[in-house]
Structures are given as structure tokens and as C-alpha cells.
């Protein structure tokens, strides 16, 4: 199987400090890729700079073939990698409707009302809502907004920061069953998430960071029965 | 009922400057005091085509379209090498294509004020239901109104718009989503553009010269306005722009005439009133974070 995603010796920098020395992470094509660690282990830097906010000081990312190392943001967004960041950053001000007319602004010229109705389809609470603000969202409505923006340019490679961040357990379970159905329709993704234990389940293979370095990685199934992993982020 | 229309005339001015400033600020955080340049800009390009013998209507049309281009001179030239760079930086390079160009108006036209003809019918006062309304007032008025009205619909109506009031609110993420930056902040200086060509258009009809340092009062005014109203928040900006050019005209109609001198204070103290109870303005932007 071909990766679709490769990034080599990454090594990226906040000024004079290096935050991420030399990653390196694979990711098959339509695979689910756990990335876990501590706070501050650089899991959001890595995904920064999969996505070009953040400039590599060192290394290379390659994405569908192509060295992608320099490109800007919005050049890897137009060509499938999309991020659903931390925190949903939806636009507050815009509505629903709004939000999800810009994910796919650029990527589809005719068919945006078509892909409008079939993520509306798989999110049918933003049909409900479609016109209010996106601020006036509950935070669950607010993060399955960001998905579906977020998969509203048809990605191949989506990257996702904490989905289960501040949702209630049933909402969490919505959101991992439809990560799950988006491995089933082709996609491939690279999931951050605080629940450990969930993430392994879902996700074929996992990388754990420590403090800006890849302490191990390997298939889902093993690590969650690893000693180190139970023992740092299981609590067994 | 008078007060109130010519108040409206000036708060309108100040409105589509100040909008012009909120527009830019909201995206990359640049208060651009080279804005009144574009006045300047736009006042010397209409001066320029009258004297070649083109139709006043041409002129306009021209005018405008020359303020256009000169913002987007102005962004490509001075503001895209500093993009991302602090606030100060910025601060200061509008500061140095101002003054760049008022001295190249200085010295390659002239200190000072040169005469603009207006045509006839925009001096006429006409009386409507009681009202004294000089023609000049009612095009500003108008042009105001249309101005705002089709502002709004580009904002909300048009993707290049929406991306605009998303880039206010979170730029990176609109970046993730594909959108060009260069071109969403383009746009935005574009549009500054043209709300400063309009402006300028309104501010000459009103003294029917041009001048160096022309941009300088009414850009002033119209940061003040943005303050009010709320730093980087486009209602604020109107709403702002309104309260500041009602205040004026009504202080000057109502001051004894001793007093009178002291207009701007008396607005300022206001200000600073305004300020004291409401920091973030009247109408505050509400801003996620930013980062170009």
C-alpha cells in the first residue's frame, strides 16, 4: 500500500526553538493514523505544518507524490489536504449555511449545492440550523460544523485536532462513528485526540509523541496493549 | 429636520472613510494613514481629466477607478513585503507612503489648492418638503446610501464577500479552506480604495478644490469614527462615522459663537467620554484570532 501522506526528519521551529525535532510519519492511503502525547508533545505543530501554517526548518513532506514541503496553505488545501483545527474555529459571524459555502469555495465551481446536501444529509442538526450564526451553535453543532466544512472540498487527506474536545459522550460517539464511515467512503485521516483509548480503537496504526520527537510508533492494537502506553496515557 | 439631513451629510462621508479604514484594519491589522492619500490621489486624477477636456461624468467614473488602483499599487509596493509583520511596522510604513506622496503632490504639482469646476447642477439648492437641500448634499446622501446598501450586499451575497468577513474573523482558517490570501486582502484594499475615491468625490463637491494635504482632516475624522465605533467592526464604522459627523454639525449649530472655535474639543471630550464607558467602542469586532 502507497502512502499518501510522508513526512521525513521534520524538524520545525518557533524562533530560536525547535519544537519538533526530525518527525517522521506515514500514512497509507485510506488509513486512519492515530497521533497521540501529552500537551505540548507538538501533535498541533505537526499537523500546522502538514497544512503549510508553519514553515519547516528542516525535512520534507510529500503528499500524493509531490514534495509539498513549501507550498502554501491554501495550494495544499486545493489539492486535498483539509484540517479541521482545535478548538472548531468555525466563523462565528457567518452563518451555517455561510461556513460551509466557503469550505468548498474554490474547490468546487458547479457542484457546491450537491455537496451541500450530502453533508447536510450526514449532519441533518445543520439543516435544522442552517441559517442561524455558527456562533450560536452549541459546541457539538459547532464541531460537526467543522467537519463538515471541512469535507465540503472533497479532501483526500483530512486532518483532524481533538474532534472529542468538549463534547458530551454521546456526541463523541457520533463523531467517531462518522470518522469511521469516512475511512469506509475512501478517506484517509490523521487523528490528534486527548481519548487515547478511543483513538487506538479506531485507528489502524499511532504514533505517540514526546516532547517534540516520535517516542513510538506501530500498529493500533499494539500499543494499546504496550506496557508504556497503558501505563502514560490509559491510567492502567 | 434640517440639522438632521445636513448632519447625515457629513456623518456619511465620514462613514464610507471610516469604512475604508475598518474594511483594511479588520483583515491585516493595518490602520492605514495613507488613506487620505487616496483621497488626494483620486482629487488630483479628477483635477487631471477635467483639464484634458473629459466629461465630468468620465472624470468621476475615473477618479473613483484611479483610487482603486492606487490602493492596490499600495498593497502590492508597501504592504505585502511587510505582511505579518507587528502592528508598529505596519503603522509606519502607512505612515511613509503618506507622507512619500503628499510631497511628491507637493512638489511635482503644487502647495497649493487648485480649483475644481463643478458643474452647475451640483451647486443648486433645491427646496424639498420645506427643506433647504443643496444638490450637492443630496448626490452625498445618496451616494452614501448606495454606497452602504451595496456594501452590504457584497458582504453578504457574493463569496469573495463572505470570505472578507471570515478573513476578519479567523484568516488561517480561511487560508485551510483554500482561499487566496493575496486576494482576499486585495480585495480589501480595492474596496478601501473605492470608498476613499467616493469619499474624496463628495468631500471636493463640497469645496470645489484640491489640495496636497487634502486627505488629511477627513482621514483623521474618519480614524476617530472607527474608534467609536469599534476598531476593525464595519457597523462600527458607519455607525461611528455618523455619531462623529452628527456631533460637529450639531455642535456647530448650537454653540454661541464664542464657542464656536472650540467645535473639535468639545467633539474630542466626547470621544474620550465614549471611550472611558465603552473601550472597545460601540459596536465592537468580535475577532477569534488573527494571524496572516
Redesign the interface.
Known amino acids: 500500500m502507497t502512502d499518501l501522506l510522508s513526512v521525513r526528519n521534520l524538524k520545525v521551529r518557533y524562533g530560536e526553538i525547535e519544537v519538533l525535532h526530525g518527525i517522521d510519519l506515514y500514512i497509507p492511503e485510506n488509513e486512519i493514523v492515530a497521533l497521540v502525547g501529552a500537551n505540548g508533545a507538538g501533535k498541533s505543530t505537526l499537523l500546522a505544518a502538514v497544512?503549510g501554517?508553519v514553515p519547516c526548518a528542516a525535512g520534507h513532506i510529500d503528499y500524493a507524490g509531490r514534495e509539498v514541503t513549501d507550498w502554501?496553505?491554501?495550494r495544499r488545501?486545493?489539492c486535498g489536504i483539509?484540517?479541521t483545527?482545535e478548538g472548531r474555529?468555525v466563523?462565528?459571524?457567518?452563518t451555517v449555511g455561510?461556513n460551509l459555502?466557503?469550505?468548498g469555495?474554490?474547490?468546487l465551481r458547479d457542484g457546491l449545492r450537491e455537496r451541500q446536501d450530502e453533508l447536510l444529509g450526514l449532519f441533518p442538526i445543520l439543516r435544522r440550523r442552517f441559517s442561524e450564526k455558527a456562533?450560536n451553535l452549541s459546541g457539538g453543532e459547532q464541531q460537526m460544523l467543522a467537519i463538515a466544512?471541512?469535507l465540503m472540498?472533497k479532501p483526500k487527506l483530512l486532518l483532524l485536532d481533538e474532534p472529542s474536545l468538549g463534547l458530551s459522550p454521546q456526541m463523541i460517539d457520533t463523531v467517531f462513528d462518522l470518522i469511521a464511515s469516512l475511512k469506509q467512503q475512501g478517506l484517509t485521516i490523521l487523528l490528534v485526540e486527548q481519548n487515547v483509548a478511543l483513538a487506538l480503537e479506531i485507528a489502524a496504526s499511532a504514533t505517540v509523541l514526546v516532547n517534540g520527537s516520535v517516542a513510538v510508533t506501530g500498529p493500533a492494537n499494539e500499543l494499546a496493549s504496550s506496557a508504556l502506553v497503558r501505563q502514560a496515557y490509559l491510567g492502567a | 429636520m434640517q440639522l438632521i439631513v445636513n448632519a447625515l451629510g457629513l456623518g456619511g462621508v465620514y462613514a464610507l472613510l471610516a469604512l475604508g479604514l475598518a474594511v483594511v484594519f479588520s483583515i491585516i491589522g493595518l490602520i492605514n494613514f495613507a488613506h487620505g492619500e487616496l483621497m488626494t490621489v483620486a482629487g488630483y486624477a479628477l483635477l487631471a481629466m477635467l483639464m484634458a477636456g473629459a466629461p465630468f461624468s468620465v472624470a468621476v467614473v475615473g477618479a473613483v477607478v484611479v483610487a482603486i488602483l492606487a490602493a492596490l499599487i499600495m498593497e502590492r509596493v508597501a504592504f505585502r513585503p511587510m505582511r505579518g509583520a507587528s502592528v508598529t511596522s505596519l503603522l509606519l510604513t502607512s505612515f511613509a507612503v503618506s507622507k512619500l506622496l503628499e510631497v511628491l503632490f507637493q512638489n511635482g504639482v503644487s502647495a497649493r489648492p487648485q480649483p475644481v469646476a463643478m458643474p452647475d447642477w451640483m451647486t443648486g439648492v433645491y427646496s424639498v418638503a420645506g427643506l433647504s437641500i443643496g444638490s450637492g448634499l443630496a448626490i452625498s446622501l445618496g451616494t452614501c446610501l448606495i454606497a452602504l446598501v451595496a456594501l452590504q450586499w457584497f458582504l453578504r451575497r457574493t463569496v469573495a464577500g463572505i470570505a472578507m468577513r471570515a478573513a476578519a474573523e479567523d484568516f488561517e482558517v480561511l487560508r485551510l479552506l483554500g482561499i487566496s490570501a493575496n486576494r482576499v486582502i486585495a480585495t480589501a484594499f480595492a474596496l478601501s480604495g473605492l470608498l476613499a475615491g467616493l469619499g474624496s468625490l463628495l468631500w471636493i463637491a463640497q469645496r470645489a478644490s484640491v489640495d496636497p494635504l487634502m486627505g488629511f482632516t477627513p482621514v483623521l475624522k474618519a480614524l476617530i469614527a472607527t474608534v467609536v465605533g469599534g476598531l476593525g467592526s464595519l457597523p462600527g464604522a458607519v455607525v461611528g462615522g455618523v455619531v462623529l459627523g452628527a456631533t460637529e454639525v450639531t455642535l456647530q449649530a448650537l454653540l454661541p459663537e464664542w464657542l464656536a472655535p472650540y467645535r473639535d474639543a468639545f467633539v474630542l471630550c466626547g470621544v474620550i467620554l465614549i471611550l472611558l464607558f465603552r473601550p472597545e467602542g460601540l459596536l465592537p469586532a468580535k475577532r477569534v484570532r488573527r494571524n496572516a
Open positions: 497544512c501554517l502554501r496553505p491554501e488545501s486545493r483539509a484540517l483545527p474555529r466563523f462565528t459571524n457567518l455561510e459555502l466557503l469550505g469555495a474554490v474547490h456562533g466544512r471541512s472540498s
